[in-house]
């Protein structure tokens, strides 16, 4: 019986350390961001809005994961090497 429990412990730690080795940097976040934003509009691109996002968001590390927040608004987050970019437009309903 301890034979899974060690097992499961071993993949814990393997996953753990992964997370913790893969976390995003502020320069991924950043780039991230800016390729994001520019390529949603074409005078978001013009007026390289992305890039002036990124330069002014403020990163946060959870160790494991991590995320960019813009005036207290969290434009970004990401794990094991990977950031998402949250779309900031209200949604628009639909009748």
Do not use: C, W
Request: overall charge positive.
């Amino acid at each position: 019986m301890t034979r899974p429990i060690l097992k499961s412990a071993a993949l814990a730690v393997i996953v753990f350390a992964a997370a913790l080795a893969l976390n995003p940097s502020p320069e991924q976040h950043r780039e991230t961001i800016s390729r994001a934003l520019s390529s949603r509009s074409e005078l978001a691109s013009l007026l390289r809005l992305g890039r002036i996002t990124a330069f002014f968001s403020e990163y946060h590390s959870l160790a494991v994961a991590s995320y960019t927040t813009v005036n207290g608004e969290v434009v970004s987050v990401g794990a094991f090497g990977y950031v998402h970019v949250r779309d900031r437009e209200p949604a628009r309903e639909s009748y």
